[in-house]
């Protein structure tokens, strides 16, 4: 614990703005999601829930808000007079946004939760004292709390199921704080495989699992930083950065083309995740 | 104006009234106590099955991570600031008629920092790892994170308790030594002999003492102000709506000064009764606290309508949501009985026909203070329940029992640790009360000499 460590390492781990601060180099892990070609089917929100070891609350928990899914599917329903069954409806997955200037980073009295060199922001299960600050000031409230232990809690994985659980994520028990890492196991991997090659990951070589199982493809993930990666050109294409707290579509309303936008983006905290607007008649 | 105080009570029957206090209260004490001490053990049960099962239990959720533990927490830190006010502030200002009743609000003021202490430790998910959010040595070369408001609130407090207990019990020295030469051999002789460290009113310990108590008072008042206002930071330092507001410190530091007054005045006639202290803890004296109180409640008030005028009028939509959410919403009737008992009720204190009416000064003080709790959870809950997001809107969350069983049973740990406080210390200070009837008896004096004088 030395006062060195304090005054010079400590600017590391944070990030007050995404492109003045530090380079990132040479990842920055970013994501889009084309919320046209989201049909809502929950196969993003299942395939982390397998991946990340995520605990089955069951119904009654799930009704009282407890439900810890990581990746969560919101529906809106259309306000335009029609009823239900004609009634259109949208789709939005949300999960962490892995902001730049993370609003739940600097409130953590432990600093459990961090900012890492590659543009993600990171959760330390081992040093959350769970007092919840984060949660409270997360604007898109996608950070999820161990209310009760549910390793040993009946009906979360029936006996039989916990051998499928995934060695490379760890069970979290009660009094934690855990939330979206971007499959951060599997971007460790495929970075350590690249290394023992001299490289950097390419595109394509690590996937999310909400976007392995994805039918329609609406979710890309990459390199923000590599040219190559689909991610870095949707971004481009949509003339969405990484520092902007406002797109200029939004001046002009509606008439752009330009359909990328990310969520509460006036609040600066930066996100990594761009969504893309529907474009059918039901989204207007 | 009426006396604050007798000018002719001999100084052997002072100490006779204030030692009495120590051996034999009324019945009503003891009932106290074991009320006291039945709501704690309630808490202390509540707790025992929150920490075995898990958070849940409290009925907490996504979104409302928080709930009536951070709420409390902030009433009980808030509560301990008039304990200062009484006692350091009013010190520095010379102002005579604190000394019969500081010593108690003092008290007040370390115990319920003590009983906010235990809130925070209630509130964590993890209270095993407690220890992660101070700056201690480690082998892992960890430090807390300095940027987050409630570290400072952690540190802020520590300091604020530990000076305190400081002042407390440097102000009670004096009155340890009578106590320690006036009491039966027992146990209670070896503690006051062990406390009073060896005092026997000579000059030199006497100037010793003055400056020790002054400088710690003038130390404690910065605090004071700061605790209150780093607590507000962890609001107004956050983003939410509703709590991202410039003017939470000073609000929140009136408000607790507020709380703090109110429950001095419930305090004050339930010691006064119980310890026979009719003498002492005159009625002038409090009906300038209650004057006080009226004062701070007209501050307050000023300050709710310059954060509501500032969020209706500003451009930010997501807070006006959230305070049209609280006037309107699930919290409606809990927000108007905190402007009804905050703004309404404190307008019986500025009639002088109540301002020294026994029953009613009790009444109204434990209406301020429903009221000065019921803010708290105003200034938490509603935030949680309208915030940024609107998919993670949830107004239908309640406090489950377990919730509502600690906070009651906080009150049960502050009332036990006060009362028994009352019982082992002289909880009216000795020495200040004879300082008050030396100066009255001495003011006289010159104007009787000055009378003859003039025949």
């Known amino acids: 614990m030395s006062v060195n460590n304090l005054l010079e390492n400590w600017s590391q781990f944070r990030h007050a703005h995404p492109v003045d601060d530090k380079p990132h180099d040479p990842y920055k892990w970013a994501m889009s999601i084309d919320l046209d070609t989201c049909t809502g089917c929950n196969a993003c929100s299942v395939a982390c829930y397998a991946e990340n070891n995520l605990p089955v609350v069951g119904k009654e928990k799930f009704a009282h808000g407890q439900v810890m899914h990581w990746m969560r599917i919101e529906r809106y329903w259309d306000e335009d007079g029609r009823d239900f069954p004609d009634q259109g409806a949208q789709f939005l997955p949300m999960m962490c946004q892995q902001c730049e200037a993370a609003p739940c980073e600097t409130v953590c009295p432990v600093a459990a939760t961090n900012h890492t060199a590659d543009g993600l922001n990171s959760q330390i299960y081992n040093r959350c004292i769970g007092s919840r600050y984060c949660s409270a000031n997360c604007p898109f409230k996608v950070r999820y709390f161990n209310w009760y232990d549910y390793p040993t809690t009946d009906n979360v994985w029936p006996a039989e199921m916990t051998q499928q659980l995934n060695p490379d994520v760890s069970v979290r028990g009660k009094g934690v704080m855990e939330k979206c890492t971007f499959c951060v196991q599997r971007l460790h991997a495929a970075k350590v495989a690249a290394k023992g090659e001299g490289r950097i990951v390419r595109e394509g070589e690590v996937q999310t699992a909400c976007q392995q199982v994805c039918p329609t493809n609406a979710i890309s993930f990459g390199n923000l930083v590599d040219p190559e990666a689909r991610v870095h050109q949707q971004w481009k294409a949509q003339q969405v950065e990484l520092d902007k707290d406002e797109q200029e579509k939004d001046g002009e309303h509606g008439r752009s083309e330009l359909r990328g936008y990310r969520i509460l983006e006036e609040l600066r905290p930066y996100p990594s995740v761009m969504y893309l607007e529907r474009v059918r008649e039901s989204a207007i | ?455």
């Not at chain 2, 960890?142 to 609130?153: K, M, R, V």
């Not at chain 2, 605090?223 to 609001?235: E, P, R, T």
């Open chain 2, 1 to 455: 104006m009426e006396k604050d105080i007798r000018e002719d009570i001999a100084w052997a029957k002072i100490n006779g009234d204030v030692l009495k206090s120590l051996e034999n209260p009324r019945k009503l004490y003891w009932v106290i106590v074991f009320a006291a001490l039945a709501a704690f053990g309630v808490g202390v049960g509540c707790e025992v099955y929150q920490y075995n099962v898990g958070m849940g239990v409290a009925n907490l959720d996504n979104p409302h991570v928080w709930g009536l533990y951070i709420a409390t927490f902030i009433f009980w830190i808030g509560m301990s600031h008039s304990g200062t006010l009484l006692s350091a502030i009013l010190h520095l200002m010379h102002a005579d008629w604190r000394k019969p009743i500081y010593r108690f609000a003092e008290a007040m003021t370390t115990f319920s920092l003590m009983t906010a202490g235990l809130f925070v430790m209630v509130h964590i998910g993890r209270l095993w790892q407690f220890y992660y959010s101070l700056p201690y040595p480690n082998e892992r070369g960890i430090w807390p994170n300095f940027q987050s408001p409630l570290l400072w609130d952690a540190m802020a407090i520590f300091t604020y308790l530990s000076s305190s207990v400081i002042f407390l019990y440097v102000g009670m020295i004096p009155d340890l030594a009578i106590a320690r030469d006036n009491i039966h051999a027992g146990w209670r002789k070896k503690l006051y002999t062990l406390l009073s460290l060896g005092w026997e009113g000579t000059d030199r310990q006497w100037r010793n003492f003055r400056v020790t108590y002054l400088t710690v008072a003038c130390f404690l008042i910065p605090l004071a102000v700061s605790v209150h206002s780093i607590v507000a930071s962890d609001f107004a330092m956050s983003q939410q709506p509703g709590w991202h507001v410039t003017s939470f410190p000073p609000y929140f530091v009136a408000g607790a000064l507020y709380s703090g007054c109110a429950a001095i005045i419930t305090l004050f006639i339930i010691l006064r009764y119980v310890f026979k202290f009719e003498e002492y803890m005159t009625l002038p004296i409090l009906k300038k606290t209650v004057r006080l109180t009226f004062a701070i409640a007209m501050v307050w008030t000023y300050l709710n309508a310059v954060e509501f005028a500032s969020v209706w009028y500003s451009h930010d939509g997501a807070s006006k949501d959230v305070l049209i959410q609280k006037m309107t919403g699930t919290y409606a009737f809990a927000w108007w009985g905190m402007i009804f008992c905050g703004s309404i009720v404190p307008l019986v204190l500025a009639i002088k026909r109540f301002q020294t009416n026994i029953p009613v000064l009790l009444v109204v003080s434990l209406l301020l203070n429903l009221g000065m709790w019921l803010e708290r959870w105003m200034i938490v809950s509603p935030t949680f329940s309208h915030g940024y997001y609107p998919w993670t809107w949830d107004h239908d969350q309640w406090p489950s029992l377990v919730q509502w069983g600690m906070v009651f049973g906080s009150f049960g740990w502050f009332t036990l640790l006060f009362m028994i406080f009352c019982k082992v210390f002289p909880s009216v200070s000795m020495y200040e009360v004879k300082e008050m009837v030396y100066h009255r008896s001495l003011h006289l004096k010159k104007g009787d000499t000055a009378e003859q004088g003039a025949h």
